[in-house]
Structures are given as structure tokens and as C-alpha cells.
């Protein structure tokens, strides 16, 4: 045997050992002398406290899993559950009919068989003067024959005067008296015929006028349970747990054909009464149902087949008077209203064992879903109408739609922040759907829903990427299919756009999403924001969707970063401002330059600080993301260098490679961009390394052309000093009465050309 074969058959020897071992420690629960209590004692003795508690933990998880189970499989085979059940309560009423049936031809066979032997005593000479007597026509009625005559009369005289509980005392008695004559036959057998006879058709004549009784629309609650209750005494109690539903169907009925939805507006009057009418009329059902029939299995199906039909009902009604149009429309709060209304009122069945939830949920959901989705749509066109005409400037949240009380909206303005007029509405509506979806957490639809928000937010992200000059010329003409938004003209506009995708998705959009769904331990409405040192204490769930908003406020970040680098880059005539010509044009004249940082980088470093200083006030409390925002436009900039191939193709060429001054006037933009990023500490480790790395290649392109570039390079110090000259310039700190012409690299720095780009700058 090889080793594989042993293996396989060593483990299948330890399954079956470890199935004989559990069927072993099984054996003992089979058994009928089986003491739980016993058991658990012995077990627990050796047990430490702390396994004790972790064994109750677990039997309770396993408690709650086996209950889950139970409801998922009553669920799953509730319709077979029902057809079963109405099957089984129609076989018990034949069986009791038939056993009645059963016994009446009984009695009529002993009756009958009695009478022949009771004649057969006639027969004798003996006899024949008694028989003579007995059926003697002129002769005096005996004392049984008349009470009988007199039975018969009060039977029809209760009956006439619906005296039913004297009729069924008197029908008792009558049963009795029949019984012990047939025993002691003190009776001819034609006399007690008679009575039995009698008996039957006053019984049934009874049971007639019960079932009635029942079906007049007037009968009240204790006349109804008096009536069911004595037809079950006659002992047709199928008949009488029918005929109950019945009549309090027949009510419910009347009471439904009385009420007159009168348009949307009166729809949740017209839901509350409707479904209190329709709940309250089944958890009556099934009092008077278990008050007198108890909690037999035939009465108890009947019972919930009646219910369910009653709620199918209701629900049918509620959709084609309520639910129908609101969700067409998109009027999400009143579906929600009313289908929580119903669900308030059918959960208080649930006491009494009727668990009819599920059938307004299959009915329901289908609407809420056509609500949520039109309210989504609904939310798109509103923000984009609105996108269509901001003046994308920042201002405080309106009054909303929804009435607010004085303290309620001063809480509002002060935990609101700025935004612009779309970014407000997109924000109420948002905040409006999590607050209607919200309470219907047993429907489950906090996922779709949440999607929904996020893919409007999205939808919302890409109109403000339209907004923005560069994407308004490619992306946002009519017939292209994108939404018409208005141009932010200005940075303050533009950075506006990024103030309001980050405040909504760093605060109102989490907020107003932890409405969804109870269970989640969010951010509460009435809390301040968490900072970044709570992160670590947020649920995965919002861990999640915060991420994936992130995701989007990037992709505008991005969007931004990437026009204000084309804009630096490219010239209004479509030129490229920073080509290798900026460069290589200097190594052709024979006079030395003056040294200054580029007019590109210095266009670089004033647009970056205008940016700082309008993010600072839009960013309160967030300065990281304007930090990061200046990283990225910078990271832009110098990466599009260091990816244009055209570039390097042209710095690189062996007829006219980069030359002494143009490595200089590199080495000295490249500086500057260094300095002012670490000065405004944007300078990240991406942007240091990818500087490092094009300085380096522009030192090897000098090298191939044999000529030492370190020796042509000055000190770093000369580069820090020329750099840090041009910044103060540029920021207007310099003082240009004391710098020096003397032909030193410090004194060369360009008084005017720094002047006038930061004029230009500035406009």
C-alpha cells in the first residue's frame, strides 16, 4: 500500500471513530430516564465560571439562531403552512358531520331494534287485554305521552321566544329522559321515536335560527359569542367557528364600504383608520376565536387563513387608494407614513400569535422601491436645475421645506456648513429620503437605498467637474448628454466646488446616512463631526462609505488640479510654455542670464498661494485637505515633466544636448519648487523624490555631453538664496532698495520680471 492510499484510509478511520464517538455521547440524551437537570450539574461541576458563562452565551446565540431558523422556514412554507391547515380544518368538520350522522343512525337502529322486541313481548294471550288497552283509541293518554305532548310545546314556545339558554337546558334534559328510557324502556318504542324525532328537529331548528342571528349586520360583540358559543353546545362547532368569521368579516365589510379615500393628501387619515379598522377586527376574531374554541389545531388554522385573507385585502386596498400614485411620483415620506403605519398597527398582532407582516412586505415593498427610486431621480433633476444657475459662492443653509421650531433651526445653522445653493438642495433631499427610508428597517432597503445616495452624489460630483472651465469645453455641450451646469469663473468658485463635495461627504452625507439603519453606532445627527484621531473608533460601515465618497471628492480634486496644471502648461494659442526650448534656448546666447526661478514656476508658486489663502478660509477645521490639494496641483505640474517624452527627447538629443546654464536655470526651478513646498509644508515624499529623480537625469544628459556638470553648478547655497529672494519678491517682502547689482548670483535676481508676475498673477 503507498502512502497515499494510507492516509486516505487513516482518515477515513479517524471520521468513523469520530462518528462513533458522537453518536456515543448522543445515547445518553435518547434515553427516557434522561435528567436535563442531573446532566447539568454533573457538567458544570467541573467547570470554571468563565467557561460556565461563555456555555450560557453560546446556548443563548444558539437559542436566537434555532428561533431565526424556526421563522425563516414558517416563512419560507407559509403558503403550503396555510393550504395545509384549511385542508385539515374542512376534513375535521366532514369527520364531525359524519360522526353525527353516525350517531343519529345509531340511535334510529336501537330505537328500532327495541321496538321489535318490545312487540315480540305482545305477542301472548296474556298480553293481549294490555295491548288492547294501549292502543285503544278512546282511551286516556298515559303520563309520559303527555309530557312529552308538553316537551314538544315549550321546545317550540323557547324557540319561538329565542330563549336559547333555556331551549338548550331543556334539550338536555330532553336527551337525557330519551337515554334513560331507552335503557330502562319505559317507553313504547314508537313514543321514544317520537321524542328522539322531536328532539333532532328542535336541535337543528335551534341551530338554524344561531346561524342567523349571526349573520345580522346588528348583532353586537356578546350577542355574537353567546350565539357561536351555543351552537357549539349543539355540537357543531365547525359550523359555529365559521359562521364567527363570518360575521366579523360581514362588520369589517360594512365598516370598509363606509370609509371614501379622499385624494393623497388625506392618505394617512385614510391608512391610520383603515388599518386600525382591519387589526383591530382580526385581533377580535381571534379573542372571541380562543375564548370559545380555546386553541384547538382545526380552529387555529381556520382562524389564520381567515387573517391572512382579511390582510391581503388590506393591503390590495391600501395600494390602489394610497401607495399607487405617491410612488409614481416619488413622494417617498407619505408611501413611507403609511406602509409604517400598517406595519405599527399588524406588529401588535404578533402578541396574539398572528404573525402577518410578511404579507405587507411582499405587498408594500415593490412601492416603497418605486418611491425610493423616483425620490432618487427626483433628487438628480432638482440639483441639476439648480447646478444650472449657481453662483457656486459659499453661504449658510436655508430654511428647509419641513417646518422647524427656533431651536431646532438654530442647531441647524450652526452645525450646517457653507455651501453653495445646489449643494444645499442636494444636501435637504438627501437628508429628507434617509429620514423617510429610515424607520422602515424591517423592509431592509438601508443597503439600496445608501447605493442610491452615493450614486447621486456621484452624479452630482461629475456636474461640478463641468463646472470647471477646462471640462465645460469638452465635456459640457448640449446634445453630449451631460447636464448643463454653470461655469465657476474664478478659484474662489472653483475651490468652492471642492468645499462642497468635501463637507458633504466627510460629515452630511455619513450623517445623514446613520438615519438608515438604527443598529449602526454612527454619527448622531445632533453630534459634532469626529476628528481623525476617533477614526479608529467608526464602524466598518462607515469606515466604508467614507471611503467610497472619497473616492469621488478625489476624482473632482484631481479634475481641478489637472486644469490649473494645463493651464500653466499650454499657452491660450495651444503652445507649450514648458517645452525643452525654455531651457536649451539659453545655452545659444553668450551672455549670462539673470538668475530667477522660471515665469512658469513663479505663475506656479503665486497660484498655489492664492489657493492656500482661499482654501484657509473655506477649510476651517479641515486643513489637511487643503494641504493635500496644493500637494497634488504640484505633484501635477512636476509629474507632467517628468512623463513628457517629447521633452527629454529634445534635453537628451546628442546634435544639442541641455547645456551649463539651462542645467542651472533646471537645478534652479526645481529648487524653488522644493523650497516654497516645504516652506508651505506640501512638500511630500512623492514630489521630493520624483524632483531628485529629474535632476538627476538632467545632470546625466549634460554629462553624455562630455562637459562636468557639477563643475558648472554652484554651490546649494546660491540656489537656496536666489529662491528664497524670489519668494519674498513674489509675496512682496523683499525690499528692493537694498539689493545689490553687483553681478552676484544673489543680486541677479530679476526685480521686474518677479514684479510682473505676480501682478499677472493677481488678476
Not at 531 to 537: E, T
Not at 542 to 561: M, T
Not at 705 to 710: A, E, F, G, N, T
Not at 722 to 747: C, H, W, Y
Request: hydrophobic content about 40%.
Amino acid at each position: 500500500m503507498d502512502r497515499g492510499s494510507f492516509s486516505s484510509s487513516k482518515g477515513d478511520s479517524a471520521d468513523f471513530e469520530q462518528e462513533l464517538t458522537l453518536s456515543d455521547k448522543l445515547k445518553i440524551f435518547k434515553s427516557s430516564q434522561f435528567d436535563p437537570e442531573a446532566y447539568l450539574t454533573n457538567r458544570c461541576r467541573a467547570m470554571s465560571e468563565k467557561e460556565i458563562r461563555h456555555l450560557c452565551i453560546y446556548l443563548v446565540d444558539l437559542k436566537k439562531a434555532s428561533a431565526e431558523e424556526m421563522r425563516k422556514s414558517v416563512y419560507a412554507n407559509y403558503s403550503a403552512f396555510i393550504r395545509t391547515s384549511r385542508e385539515i380544518s374542512n376534513l375535521e368538520g366532514q369527520l364531525v358531520t359524519l360522526r353525527n350522522l353516525l350517531s343519529t343512525q345509531a340511535n334510529v337502529i336501537h330505537v328500532l331494534t327495541d321496538g321489535v322486541r318490545v312487540d315480540s313481548l305482545y305477542d301472548g294471550p296474556e298480553n293481549s287485554a294490555k295491548v288492547d288497552t294501549v292502543n285503544f283509541e278512546g282511551s286516556e293518554p298515559t303520563k309520559i305521552e303527555k309530557w312529552l305532548a308538553q316537551f314538544i310545546e315549550t321546545l317550540e314556545v323557547l324557540l319561538a321566544e329565542r330563549r336559547v339558554d333555556e331551549a338548550l337546558a331543556a334539550l338536555d334534559e330532553g336527551e337525557t329522559i330519551a337515554e334513560e328510557a331507552r335503557f330502562q324502556r319505559s317507553l313504547t318504542p314508537s313514543t321514544l321515536l317520537s321524542l328522539q324525532t322531536s328532539i333532532m328537529e328542535q336541535r337543528q331548528k335551534l341551530a338554524d335560527q344561531l346561524a342567523e342571528a349571526t349573520c345580522q349586520p346588528s348583532i353586537s360583540g356578546v350577542e355574537l359569542r353567546s350565539a357561536v358559543q351555543a351552537l357549539k353546545q349543539l355540537g357543531d362547532g365547525p359550523r359555529a367557528h365559521t359562521l364567527l368569521l363570518k360575521s366579523h368579516q360581514q362588520k369589517l365589510r360594512s365598516n370598509v364600504q363606509s370609509l371614501r379615500p379622499s385624494g393623497s393628501s388625506h392618505g394617512i387619515a385614510y391608512t391610520t383608520t383603515l388599518s386600525q379598522l382591519v387589526f383591530c377586527t382580526i385581533a377580535q376574531a381571534a379573542s372571541d376565536s380562543l375564548a370559545i374554541f380555546d386553541d384547538e389545531p382545526a380552529f387555529a388554522s381556520e382562524l389564520v387563513t381567515w387573517a391572512v385573507n382579511q390582510t391581503e385585502t388590506f393591503a390590495l386596498l391600501i395600494q390602489k387608494h394610497i401607495l399607487a400614485s405617491p410612488a409614481a411620483s416619488g413622494a417617498l415620506r407619505s408611501v413611507t407614513e403609511c406602509v409604517q403605519i400598517s406595519l405599527g398597527h399588524c406588529v401588535l398582532l404578533e402578541a396574539r400569535g398572528l404573525s402577518l407582516t410578511p404579507i405587507l412586505l411582499k405587498t408594500f415593498r415593490p412601492y416603497v422601491e418605486q418611491a425610493l427610486n423616483a425620490n432618487l431621480k427626483r433628487i438628480e433633476l432638482s440639483t441639476a436645475a439648480i447646478a444650472a444657475a449657481d453662483d457656486w459662492l459659499l453661504t449658510y443653509s436655508p430654511v428647509g421645506t419641513r417646518s422647524l421650531s427656533t431651536a431646532s433651526l438654530g442647531s441647524m445653522i450652526t452645525l450646517q456648513p457653507k455651501l453653495s445653493s445646489s449643494a444645499h438642495r442636494f444636501s435637504t433631499m438627501v437628508q429628507e429620503l434617509c429620514e423617510d427610508v429610515g424607520p422602515l428597517e424591517i423592509m431592509q432597503l438601508s443597503e439600496q437605498a445608501l447605493g442610491g445616495v452615493i450614486q447621486s452624489f456621484n452624479l452630482y460630483v461629475n456636474m461640478m467637474i463641468n463646472a470647471l472651465p477646462g471640462s465645460m469645453e469638452t465635456e459640457n455641450l448640449e446634445g453630449s448628454g451631460s447636464r448643463i451646469v454653470k461655469i465657476a469663473e474664478s478659484e474662489t468658485q472653483q475651490i468652492a466646488l471642492l468645499a462642497n463635495a468635501l463637507l458633504l461627504a466627510d460629515e452630511i452625507l455619513p450623517r445623514a446616512a446613520a438615519r438608515l439603519s438604527s443598529s449602526q453606532q454612527w454619527n448622531r445627527a445632533d453630534e459634532p463631526p469626529r476628528r481623525a484621531s476617533d477614526k479608529q473608533n467608526r464602524p466598518p460601515e462607515q469606515r466604508e462609505l467614507k471611503r467610497r465618497l472619497q473616492r469621488l471628492v478625489d476624482q473632482l480634486r484631481d479634475s481641478f488640479c489637472r486644469q490649473h496644471a494645463l493651464e500653466l502648461i499650454f499657452a491660450e494659442d495651444g503652445g507649450v510654455r514648458l517645452g525643452a526650448d525654455l531651457y536649451l534656448s539659453l545655452d545659444e546666447g553668450r551672455e549670462e542670464p539673470e538668475w530667477s526661478p522660471s515665469p512658469i514656476y513663479q505663475e506656479l508658486f503665486v497660484k498655489l498661494t492664492r489657493i492656500a489663502s482661499i482654501a484657509s478660509d473655506m477649510f476651517v477645521g479641515r486643513e489637511r485637505f487643503a494641504t493635500i490639494l496644493l500637494m497634488r496641483l504640484t505633484e501635477t505640474v512636476i509629474l507632467w515633466i517628468s512623463d513628457d517624452q517629447s521633452f527629454w527627447e529634445e534635453i537628451e538629443q546628442a546634435q544639442k544636448p541641455l547645456g551649463p546654464l539651462g542645467l542651472q536655470q533646471f537645478y534652479l526651478d526645481m529648487e524653488f519648487v522644493i523650497l516654497f513646498s516645504s516652506q508651505g509644508r506640501y512638500l511630500s515624499r512623492n514630489l521630493h523624490q520624483v524632483i531628485k529623480n529629474i535632476i538627476g537625469r538632467a545632470i546625466e544628459a549634460v554629462a553624455a555631453s562630455k562637459i562636468d556638470p557639477y563643475s558648472v553648478l554652484p554651490d546649494d547655497e546660491w540656489f537656496a538664496d536666489v529662491a528664497q529672494i524670489a519668494i519674498k519678491m513674489l509675496t512682496g517682502k523683499a525690499n528692493f532698495g537694498d539689493v545689490e547689482r553687483d553681478g552676484s548670483p544673489t543680486a541677479s535676481v530679476s526685480a521686474r520680471s518677479a514684479s510682473s508676475v505676480h501682478s499677472h498673477g493677481s488678476n
